[in-house]
Protein backbone atom coordinates (compact mmCIF):
# COMPACT_ATOMS: atom_id res chain seq x y z
CA UNK A 1 0.00 0.00 0.00
CA UNK A 2 0.93 3.75 -0.59
CA UNK A 3 2.67 5.01 2.80
CA UNK A 4 4.92 7.50 3.95
CA UNK A 5 7.25 6.82 6.68
CA UNK A 6 9.35 9.08 8.74
CA UNK A 7 11.98 8.41 11.50
CA UNK A 8 11.99 8.74 15.11
CA UNK A 9 11.57 11.43 17.67
CA UNK A 10 14.34 14.30 17.93
CA UNK A 11 15.12 15.80 21.07
CA UNK A 12 17.87 19.04 20.11
CA UNK A 13 19.39 22.02 21.86
CA UNK A 14 19.05 25.48 20.69
CA UNK A 15 21.08 26.61 18.06
CA UNK A 16 21.62 22.66 16.82
CA UNK A 17 20.19 21.35 12.86
CA UNK A 18 17.24 18.48 13.02
CA UNK A 19 16.72 15.93 9.35
CA UNK A 20 13.70 14.31 9.39
CA UNK A 21 13.78 11.85 6.86
CA UNK A 22 10.55 10.12 4.86
CA UNK A 23 10.59 6.37 3.00
CA UNK A 24 7.68 6.15 0.42
CA UNK A 25 6.60 2.67 -1.09
CA UNK A 26 4.09 1.63 -2.53
CA UNK A 27 4.15 4.19 -5.25
CA UNK A 28 6.76 5.54 -8.47
CA UNK A 29 8.65 8.37 -5.98
CA UNK A 30 9.32 10.86 -8.74
CA UNK A 31 5.53 10.82 -10.05
CA UNK A 32 4.78 13.04 -6.95
CA UNK A 33 6.50 16.11 -5.02
CA UNK A 34 6.33 16.04 -1.13
CA UNK A 35 5.74 18.63 1.48
CA UNK A 36 6.24 19.16 4.93
CA UNK A 37 4.67 20.50 7.40
CA UNK A 38 4.81 21.24 10.95
CA UNK A 39 2.04 21.25 13.83
CA UNK A 40 3.25 23.25 17.17
CA UNK A 41 1.76 22.21 20.62
CA UNK A 42 -2.08 23.07 20.46
CA UNK A 43 -1.32 25.26 16.73
CA UNK A 44 -2.69 24.44 13.17
CA UNK A 45 -0.81 23.30 10.25
CA UNK A 46 1.61 25.21 8.70
CA UNK A 47 3.47 24.86 5.54
CA UNK A 48 7.05 24.51 5.30
CA UNK A 49 8.12 23.95 1.80
CA UNK A 50 7.82 21.22 -0.95
CA UNK A 51 9.80 19.42 -3.39
CA UNK A 52 9.40 17.71 -6.67
CA UNK A 53 10.87 14.53 -6.64
CA UNK A 54 11.57 14.12 -10.19
CA UNK A 55 13.88 17.03 -10.76
CA UNK A 56 14.51 18.35 -6.85
CA UNK A 57 12.95 21.90 -7.10
CA UNK A 58 11.74 23.33 -4.12
CA UNK A 59 9.98 25.81 -2.75
CA UNK A 60 9.92 26.82 0.88
CA UNK A 61 7.93 29.45 3.40
CA UNK A 62 9.68 32.81 3.41
CA UNK A 63 10.05 32.60 7.11
CA UNK A 64 12.19 29.68 7.15
CA UNK A 65 13.94 30.81 3.81
CA UNK A 66 17.84 30.37 5.13
CA UNK A 67 17.18 27.72 7.60
CA UNK A 68 15.60 24.54 6.03
CA UNK A 69 16.66 22.55 3.05
CA UNK A 70 14.44 20.21 1.71
CA UNK A 71 16.42 17.07 -0.50
CA UNK A 72 15.59 13.61 -1.88
CA UNK A 73 17.06 10.42 -2.93
CA UNK A 74 15.50 8.93 -5.78
CA UNK A 75 17.51 5.59 -5.00
CA UNK A 76 15.80 4.79 -1.74
CA UNK A 77 12.65 6.93 -2.36
CA UNK A 78 13.04 9.20 0.44
CA UNK A 79 12.92 12.56 1.01
CA UNK A 80 14.73 14.76 3.88
CA UNK A 81 14.30 17.63 5.70
CA UNK A 82 16.89 19.67 7.59
CA UNK A 83 16.16 22.78 9.73
CA UNK A 84 19.14 24.62 11.40
CA UNK A 85 19.46 26.98 14.25
CA UNK A 86 16.66 25.48 16.02
CA UNK A 87 14.98 27.69 18.51
CA UNK A 88 12.06 26.55 20.91
CA UNK A 89 9.26 27.61 18.47
CA UNK A 90 10.72 24.83 16.25
CA UNK A 91 9.35 22.47 18.84
CA UNK A 92 6.27 20.92 16.87
CA UNK A 93 5.07 17.47 14.89
CA UNK A 94 6.92 17.30 11.69
CA UNK A 95 4.58 15.74 8.53
CA UNK A 96 5.83 14.70 5.37
CA UNK A 97 2.84 14.53 2.52
CA UNK A 98 2.40 13.19 -1.07
CA UNK A 99 0.78 15.65 -3.58
CA UNK A 100 0.70 18.92 -5.59
CA UNK A 101 -1.10 21.73 -6.72
CA UNK A 102 -4.74 19.87 -7.86
CA UNK A 103 -4.64 16.63 -5.98
CA UNK A 104 -4.35 17.93 -2.45
CA UNK A 105 -1.69 15.63 0.07
CA UNK A 106 -3.43 12.73 0.13
CA UNK A 107 -0.71 10.52 1.57
CA UNK A 108 0.46 11.73 4.90
CA UNK A 109 3.31 10.50 7.36
CA UNK A 110 3.02 9.29 10.98
CA UNK A 111 4.61 12.37 11.64
CA UNK A 112 8.19 12.81 13.89
CA UNK A 113 8.19 15.20 17.08
CA UNK A 114 11.09 17.20 17.16
CA UNK A 115 11.24 18.52 21.05
CA UNK A 116 13.93 22.26 21.17
CA UNK A 117 15.28 22.31 24.78
CA UNK A 118 18.03 23.59 26.60
CA UNK B 1 0.77 37.30 1.76
CA UNK B 2 -2.59 35.26 0.62
CA UNK B 3 -5.19 34.25 4.13
CA UNK B 4 -7.49 31.79 4.59
CA UNK B 5 -10.27 32.54 7.31
CA UNK B 6 -12.12 29.59 9.13
CA UNK B 7 -14.64 29.92 12.16
CA UNK B 8 -12.98 28.89 15.58
CA UNK B 9 -15.45 26.30 16.17
CA UNK B 10 -18.95 24.72 14.64
CA UNK B 11 -21.17 22.65 16.39
CA UNK B 12 -23.89 20.00 14.72
CA UNK B 13 -26.43 18.34 16.09
CA UNK B 14 -26.08 14.29 15.59
CA UNK B 15 -27.37 13.02 12.34
CA UNK B 16 -27.98 17.02 10.90
CA UNK B 17 -25.65 18.77 8.61
CA UNK B 18 -22.64 20.63 9.37
CA UNK B 19 -20.79 23.44 7.47
CA UNK B 20 -17.42 24.90 7.48
CA UNK B 21 -16.70 27.88 5.77
CA UNK B 22 -12.99 29.05 4.20
CA UNK B 23 -12.75 32.97 3.11
CA UNK B 24 -10.22 34.11 1.14
CA UNK B 25 -10.18 37.06 -1.40
CA UNK B 26 -11.48 35.37 -4.38
CA UNK B 27 -10.69 31.57 -3.71
CA UNK B 28 -13.25 30.81 -6.34
CA UNK B 29 -10.36 30.55 -8.76
CA UNK B 30 -8.50 28.18 -6.29
CA UNK B 31 -7.51 24.50 -5.72
CA UNK B 32 -9.14 24.19 -2.29
CA UNK B 33 -8.42 21.23 -0.56
CA UNK B 34 -9.71 20.19 2.94
CA UNK B 35 -7.94 17.76 5.61
CA UNK B 36 -9.55 16.30 9.03
CA UNK B 37 -7.41 15.80 11.75
CA UNK B 38 -8.53 13.92 14.71
CA UNK B 39 -6.54 14.30 18.00
CA UNK B 40 -2.75 12.45 18.15
CA UNK B 41 -2.76 11.61 14.22
CA UNK B 42 -1.79 12.66 10.98
CA UNK B 43 -4.40 14.75 8.84
CA UNK B 44 -6.32 13.01 5.98
CA UNK B 45 -7.64 14.08 3.16
CA UNK B 46 -11.44 14.58 2.85
CA UNK B 47 -12.12 16.96 0.00
CA UNK B 48 -9.31 17.99 -3.26
CA UNK B 49 -9.38 20.44 -5.95
CA UNK B 50 -13.17 21.74 -4.22
CA UNK B 51 -15.47 18.76 -4.43
CA UNK B 52 -13.68 15.92 -5.07
CA UNK B 53 -13.95 13.09 -2.35
CA UNK B 54 -10.54 10.79 -2.31
CA UNK B 55 -11.55 7.14 -2.57
CA UNK B 56 -12.71 5.83 1.21
CA UNK B 57 -14.28 8.95 1.83
CA UNK B 58 -17.72 8.96 2.49
CA UNK B 59 -20.53 10.95 0.24
CA UNK B 60 -21.65 13.14 3.38
CA UNK B 61 -18.23 15.18 2.69
CA UNK B 62 -18.96 17.47 -0.17
CA UNK B 63 -17.07 20.95 -0.80
CA UNK B 64 -18.37 23.96 -3.12
CA UNK B 65 -16.01 26.76 -3.61
CA UNK B 66 -17.64 30.22 -5.51
CA UNK B 67 -16.26 33.84 -5.29
CA UNK B 68 -14.80 34.23 -1.78
CA UNK B 69 -15.84 31.47 0.37
CA UNK B 70 -15.18 27.94 -0.37
CA UNK B 71 -17.46 25.66 2.25
CA UNK B 72 -16.92 21.81 3.31
CA UNK B 73 -20.22 20.40 4.33
CA UNK B 74 -20.42 17.11 6.15
CA UNK B 75 -24.36 15.25 6.10
CA UNK B 76 -25.64 12.87 8.22
CA UNK B 77 -23.06 13.97 10.69
CA UNK B 78 -21.82 11.29 13.29
CA UNK B 79 -19.52 11.18 16.43
CA UNK B 80 -17.03 9.91 14.41
CA UNK B 81 -16.67 13.40 12.67
CA UNK B 82 -15.49 15.52 15.51
CA UNK B 83 -12.27 16.45 14.66
CA UNK B 84 -10.03 19.47 13.09
CA UNK B 85 -10.40 20.55 9.78
CA UNK B 86 -8.55 22.69 7.60
CA UNK B 87 -8.59 24.01 4.51
CA UNK B 88 -5.56 24.88 2.01
CA UNK B 89 -4.89 26.78 -1.32
CA UNK B 90 -1.62 26.83 -3.27
CA UNK B 91 -1.15 31.20 -3.87
CA UNK B 92 2.07 32.20 -5.81
CA UNK B 93 3.48 28.45 -5.75
CA UNK B 94 3.22 28.30 -1.62
CA UNK B 95 0.69 26.51 0.28
CA UNK B 96 -1.91 28.81 2.32
CA UNK B 97 -3.52 26.85 5.16
CA UNK B 98 -6.54 28.01 7.29
CA UNK B 99 -6.60 28.60 11.09
CA UNK B 100 -8.50 25.18 11.09
CA UNK B 101 -12.09 24.61 12.78
CA UNK B 102 -12.86 22.51 15.28
CA UNK B 103 -15.99 20.62 15.30
CA UNK B 104 -18.20 19.23 18.10
CA UNK B 105 -21.04 16.68 17.26
CA UNK B 106 -23.63 16.96 19.70
Known amino acids: QVQLVQSGAEVKKPGASVKVSCKAS????????ISWVRQAPGQGLEWMGW????????NYAQKLQGRVTMTTDTSTSTAYMELRSLRSDDTAVYYC???????????WGQGTTVTVSS | SYELTQPLSVSVALGQTARITCGGN??????VHWYQQKPGQAPVLVIY???NRPSGIPERFSGSNSRNTATLTISRAQAGDEADYYC?????????FGGGTKLTVL
Open chain 1, 97 to 107: ARGGYTTGADV
Open chain 1, 26 to 33: GYTFTNYG
Open chain 1, 51 to 58: ISAYNGNT
Open chain 2, 26 to 31: NIGSKN
Open chain 2, 49 to 51: GDS
Open chain 2, 88 to 96: QVWDSSTVV
